[in-house]
């Protein structure tokens, strides 16, 4: 990490976790090194946030790109490695953005619905982060997030605020609609399978 982000990312684990009750778990399921995507569902402008602060090494998002209209918050952002694409993702700049942080090695945040989820229910997923995935040859850990929706209720502790992080999912070698489908159907899959353990638990 570089120092600023290490910084900010230390600050802010030790807030969320005093104020917020903040935990992680599977986190030692992202590799350390080397191209990885993380596929989460999305249900909070917190959440690229969140989900960062449980891996151990610098994360890049794709944010929309009106964000970047305020200079002020587009010099924080992207001090933080977030990325500006147009509304609706994963169409070709998000694509060719998503590529080129992938093959420098880096670890690359996405939501496969394409966008929050005002119910928090799970939504269709959209097979772009099977097609990335596979161009690029870089595993994905499926991710969920819970609690970001209502901070209140996790600052009141009536709520859980968590992330959990399950095992990788390496992608295949086929390059057809149906196999991208596949991998992103394997990843929803996951992380349904994380949202059930997180409501037992």
């Known amino acids: 990490m570089r120092l600023h982000y290490r910084l900010g990312w230390c600050f802010l684990l030790a807030s969320v976790r005093v104020l917020f009750g903040f935990r992680t778990r599977g986190s030692e399921n992202v590799p350390t090194e080397g191209p990885v995507i993380v596929a989460c ?3 909070s402008y917190w959440d690229p946030v969140l989900i960062g602060l449980g891996i151990r090494r610098e994360v890049y998002f794709m944010a929309k790109e009106e964000l970047f209209d305020n200079r002020f918050l587009a010099w924080l952002i992207r001090a933080y490695n977030a990325i500006p694409v147009p509304r609706g993702a994963l169409g070709l700049g ?3 953005a998503a590529s ?20 928090g229910e799970l ?4 097979p772009g982060v099977g097609l990335i995935a596979t161009r690029a040859r870089a595993p994905v850990v499926p991710v969920h997030i819970s609690g970001s929706a209502n901070m209140g209720a996790a600052f009141a502790r009536r709520r859980k605020l968590e992330v959990a992080y399950a095992s990788p999912i390496e992608p295949g070698e086929e390059r057809t ?3 991208y489908c596949e991998i992103t ?12 353990e ?4």
């Open 41 to 43: 569902n999305h249900i």
């Open 94 to 96: 998000a694509f060719g």
């Open 100 to 119: 080129k942080v992938l093959a420098s090695g880096a670890a690359l945040l996405i939501f496969p619905e394409g966008t929050r989820s005002l119910t």
């Open 123 to 126: 939504g269709d997923a959209r």
């Open 177 to 179: 609609r149906e196999a």
């Open 185 to 196: 159907g394997r990843i929803m899959d996951s992380i349904r399978e994380l949202r059930r």
């Open 198 to 201: 997180s409501e037992a638990a």
